[in-house]
């Protein structure tokens, strides 16, 4: 292997690929980026065995060479020392140039690295997704719903199963749910498909994917085999294990009937349990309560060791009886951050019974979180 | 104590008092900020008992009302919970009055807090600096010569007197020093002073106060005891003790015979030896080598595991024996950096005899390094 790259270039597809590049392995290979240059350009792979990131640098882009390619081959390289180094290399082209026994000359400018490299044979072979049926979804809806679900899977791995965001499709919809059994986010699209899908997605995956994709991609690709999913975006394609397992039926959760529903202004709900949050959090529990008054409601938090907050929110709408109850803080933050538009509607069955949030006359997402008893 | 007083104006104040407030101490006073409300306007003061900061509110500023004094009075709050809490009001004004048992109302919009806080007759006194005498600076000056020593003062507490700076004033010249015995930095200003003054600041406190300086300060006016001194700049006063002994003698430290003098681009060198350092670090000791060749110098650093680097970096002059050197590379990356004008001179006696450099015909900043052995 021997070719000369535009840094910048460089750069931006170390950049992505380092995302999947495990800190603590016991794999050295997988504390590697490999390096693959074809007669179609440059493939940087990095990956942690769960996550696979594979970033492409085309030998020519808009009649603009990018690569000069002397001779094919491939090389596994430190990620962490070889992305330092071509961040800080002087010159705006990078030589890199692979010798006997691994031995990688990396050149630019004045300054000369002879860094040793491993063989790429011994670098994990990935699943071969081409024979699969593939999907488009539009990138913003993709990121929009990633946003909206992800955020409530487990992070506790007692039920690995609940660290994922089940997608199922059915009746030419999309089904995206994730609960860590305190609250639940569920996020409903159209979806054209002959068939009927039933994945898990990691949490972790949805998350590092949605933080690669730029907008200047139109759509992503996405295909999967029973145990993987691969995005294909472009100049990218990004891999992850699904998980295994039978994901709970969260519709059965929902509740359907409404003893009160409450219509209020998204941001003054947010921004008052953010505050009350602030002595909330100092009791561990991170309780705050809510109650219904005349026009308005009351969201409060009181630790004694601290101190006191009552909010005063404006009522946009109600309908039912009065409420009052209590939940964690941070539960209807997340929630209330990935509504849609400026009005948020929050329908209750009772002070010990889950309640529900939706975007004004929206119920492609459903947000359901438990009270917290409180005597 | 009842004020309403502008928000910005408030979390301004605060932030810089929240500097000094410690966030682990023995004593509950230490975790708050103290209020003091006189006729002329708000004091809060934070402190770790090491440095104390004192930021003022003026009641009025070019005839615009900031502060509205309803009662005067004091109060210790919560450091952390108080300007969570001021940064989050929803309102541009907030009413802050204390009430029985120093329980404190906070209001702001439809926000109402009630927070539980400490009688300010506990929080620690200060040193009266009143009847010393005072000496001013130029605030970018004051910056210039805490960058340019600060960074060699040592870390360790092995010889706590090596994590200050001296500062030593006599012959009309302010002589800043700082060592950590591995490296030295020796900074020489012009000083109008009747009286010779030796004191031994921490570097901490330096770095700290230099953070604070914003650029629209024109002067810093500066005062001490034997044991405190008081930077005085606008609407804040910056208190911090001092270290306590004699400081070594650093002037015997610094070489007068050269047998090698190198002239060279101060960038150059600087990003040469930082990639070089990318290898270097990999073996801990950070060691990078120093070659004189034909018209240039090679830095060149070798760790078998990883790799090996060679950088050339162009010489503008050299007089006296070609040399080769081995050095720790952050020790010179940190003098590099604060090096003044396009080039830098380094001035050798010897492989094993510290050398120094200076801004090109600039001697009233002078840097040591100490060379490291090698094989």
Same mark, same amino acid.
């Given at each position: 292997?021997?070719?000369?790259?535009?840094?910048?270039?460089?750069?931006?597809?170390?950049?992505?690929?380092?995302?999947?590049?495990?800190?603590?392995?016991?794999?050295?290979?997988?504390?590697?980026?490999?390096?693959?240059?074809?007669?179609?350009?440059?493939?940087?792979?990095?990956?942690?065995?769960?996550?696979?990131?594979?970033?492409?640098?085309?030998?020519?882009?808009?009649?603009?060479?990018?690569?000069?390619?002397?001779?094919?081959?491939?090389?596994?390289?430190?990620?962490?020392? #070889?992305?330092?180094?071509?961040?800080?290399?002087?010159?705006?082209?990078?030589?890199?140039?692979?010798?006997?026994?691994?031995?990688?000359?990396?050149?630019?400018?004045?300054?000369?690295?002879?860094?040793?490299?491993?063989?790429?044979?011994?670098?994990?072979?990935?699943?071969?997704?081409?024979?699969?049926?593939?999907?488009?979804?539009?990138?913003d809806l993709l990121k929009t719903i990633i946003r909206q679900?992800?955020?409530?899977?487990?992070?506790?791995?007692?039920?690995?199963?609940?660290?994922?965001?089940?997608?199922?499709?059915?009746?030419?919809?999309?089904?995206?749910?994730?609960?860590?059994?305190?609250?639940?986010?569920?996020?409903?699209?159209? #979806?054209?498909?002959?068939?009927?899908?039933?994945?898990?997605?990691?949490?972790?995956?949805?998350?590092?994917?949605?933080?690669?994709?730029?907008?200047?991609?139109?759509?992503?690709?996405?295909?999967?085999?029973?145990?993987?999913?691969?995005?294909?975006?472009?100049?990218?394609? #990004?891999?992850?294990?699904?998980?295994?397992?039978?994901?709970?039926?969260?519709?059965?959760?929902?509740?359907?009937?409404?003893?009160?529903?409450?219509?209020?202004?998204?941001?003054?709900?947010?921004?008052?349990?953010?505050?009350?949050?602030?002595?909330?959090?100092?009791?561990?529990?991170?309780?705050?309560?809510?109650?219904?008054?005349?026009?308005?409601?009351?969201?409060?938090?009181?630790?004694?060791?601290?101190?006191?907050?009552?909010?005063?929110?404006?009522?946009?709408?109600?309908?039912?009886?009065?409420?009052?109850?209590?939940?964690?803080?941070?539960?209807?933050?997340?929630?209330?951050?990935?509504?849609?538009?400026d009005e948020v509607e929050i329908h209750f069955t009772g002070?010990?019974?889950?309640?529900?949030?939706?975007?004004?006359?929206?119920?492609?997402?459903?947000?359901?979180?438990?009270?917290?008893?409180?005597?």
């Amino acid at each position: 292997m021997n070719i000369t790259i535009k840094k910048d270039r460089l750069i931006h597809s170390v950049n992505e690929s380092l995302r999947a590049v495990a800190s603590k392995t016991p794999l050295p290979i997988l504390t590697t980026l490999k390096l693959f240059v074809s007669d179609q350009g440059l493939t940087v792979t990095g990956s942690d065995s769960d996550i696979t990131i594979e970033s492409f640098v085309p030998v020519e882009e808009e009649e603009n060479q990018i690569i000069e390619i002397n001779s094919l081959g491939e090389i596994c390289l430190n990620a962490r020392i #070889f992305s330092e180094i071509i961040r800080k290399l002087p010159s705006d082209t990078i030589k890199i140039e692979v010798k006997d026994n691994f031995q990688t000359i990396i050149k630019s400018g004045k300054s000369e690295f002879k860094i040793n490299g491993l063989d790429a044979i011994n670098y994990p072979r990935l699943p071969s997704l081409e024979n699969s049926k593939s999907y488009q979804l539009p990138t913003d809806l993709l990121k929009t719903i990633i946003r909206q679900t992800v955020y409530a899977v487990s992070t506790s791995e007692t039920r690995p199963i609940l660290t994922g965001v089940n997608w199922r499709v059915e009746n030419e919809q999309l089904i995206c749910g994730a609960t860590d059994s305190h609250r639940l986010s569920k996020k409903t699209i159209s #979806f054209e498909s002959s068939e009927n899908i039933n994945i898990i997605i990691p949490g972790k995956s949805l998350d590092e994917f949605s933080k690669l994709l730029s907008d200047d991609n139109e759509v992503v690709e996405i295909s999967f085999t029973p145990n993987q999913i691969l995005f294909k975006a472009k100049n990218i394609l #990004f891999y992850s294990r699904l998980l295994e397992g039978n994901y709970p039926d969260i519709e059965r959760l929902i509740p359907i009937d409404r003893s009160t529903s409450l219509k209020l202004n998204t941001k003054d709900l947010l921004h008052a349990i953010d505050r009350a949050s602030i002595l909330a959090r100092e009791n561990r529990s991170n309780t705050v309560k809510l109650m219904t008054t005349v026009g308005s409601i009351e969201i409060s938090s009181n630790t004694p060791e601290v101190g006191d907050v009552v909010e005063d929110v404006q009522l946009v709408q109600m309908n039912g009886d009065e409420v009052t109850i209590s939940f964690n803080a941070k539960y209807m933050m997340d929630a209330l951050k990935t509504v849609e538009g400026d009005e948020v509607e929050i329908h209750f069955t009772g002070t010990m019974r889950p309640f529900v949030l939706n975007g004004e006359n929206d119920e492609t997402l459903i947000q359901l979180i438990l009270p917290v008893r409180t005597v």
